[in-house]
């Protein structure tokens, strides 16, 4: 017997010991701790005035993207296939105007300074078709590609400026819309000259085209009488480029152990709005939350993963430039991706996860279009810390990188802390207001869940209507 039970009790530590080390076997990658001095050291050198705030498409940005492909190649990662280096590049026309832009609609001419004032444009000449729209019926109202739409009135309590872009949601190309006290304030604020944002060269999707006409009183009440249907024509004369623009996308690549189980794409965007208008004396915009801390978040993943045992799908690591001139640099890489992008599994972009919102629960981030697909409900259950957006009518799922790779079908989403803090776009976005310890935890928590997407077999999948589509 007490042979017996003396034998017993060792077969039964044995198993125990087995279990207990195949446990440890098992969860062995979940030791990775994402300590808060890289966190910081990243965000000491991105949000520095030394980089003059990384605007869009700038010899910052380059210096930015070379920074992040230092840090792939460091952690392991290779360039993705196809590719030599971790740097892909895009053209960029940067537009500049003559300032004697003229507007037609049937018997109506107007020009600019007199008639109107040109807020917005793509540098290109537009025409289309008009529709008037009331003020009061502008909502969620939809309108057919290249459409040119005149806000006839606006009612109280809204302005021009929140009416045109809503119509801008709605798909309008050109928008005609009052000169009143928000349109002037916005002129204004942008240094009174027309607003030119950059474009990609060789597009075929080029939303910046966008143009805005902040027309006079009485140029208004013409335009009021000509019909429906009329053919608008606004003429610009665009100035030669002095110099050519390039932005940069960093991408690097942790190949997986089986090239059919697809790939994951872990994004941020590396840009922010470089130098301008002062505030406090204070003229660099630094975006440490926008973006720095999301590209922080995707070279501390990439630290982590590609440290830890290989996985089985592949994961493509990338930073993009010029987001805040309007997505080009994930536009660009939509449009010539490295993998094919029905390979691409799922796409968490990173963005502003250097504060808490106040209306998340304590430590958790907010996820864009969480209700969109089955890849936020699934990686909280996997112990991700984040929850639906709080703010649908923000449109923030919209209004990030995700976007891009959405429209093409890419089950994509944005991981986000404070929606919108005290400091979005402004000068102070710099490492004092960053709440590092929230950042650090933030990304500590994606490790895992991460990694069980990039080992598991699940293939997330958006909900009926949740994916998105350009009108
Ligand atoms: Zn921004």
Known sequence: MLYRSGFLK?????????????????????????????????????ASDVLAGRGSATRDEELTASYVASEFIGYGLRPAPGM?????????????LDGHAALSAGNVRAEEGTGFTLMQSGGVSMNGPLSKIRGADVGSAKFPRGSVVLITDV?????????SSSLWRGGAAMILEPWDDSTQQLYTMVGGKTRLPLRLKDSPDNRSGITVVAVNAAQLVQLNEVADGTAVSLTVKALPQASPRKTFNTIGYLPGTDANAGTILLTANLDHLGVGRPVNGDSIYNGANDDAAGTTAVLELAHALASGPKLKRSVLFVCYGSEEAGELGSTYFGEHPPVPLKDLVANLEFEMIGNQDPKMPKGTLLLTGYDRSNLGPTLKEHGALIGP????????????????LALKGVVAHTAAGWGTPPTYHQPNDDLAHLDLPFMTAAIQSLVEPVRWLASSDFVPKWNPGGKPSRN
């Not at 030599?84 to 500049?96: F, K, L, M």
């Not at 009612?155 to 009416?163: E, R």
């Open 389 to 404: 957006d709080p703010y649908p009518e923000q449109h923030f799922f919209e209004r990030s990188d995700n976007y891009a």
């Open 84 to 96: 030599n280096g971790y740097i892909q590049s895009a053209e960029i026309i940067s537009p500049e």
């Open 10 to 46: 060792y077969v039964v530590s044995a198993a125990a010991i087995c279990l207990i080390t195949g446990m440890i076997a098992a969860q062995a990658p979940a030791s990775w701790t994402v300590r808060p001095e890289w966190v910081r050291a990243h965000e000491e050198f991105l």
């Open 155 to 163: 009612p109280a309590g809204k302005t021009a400026v929140q009416l």
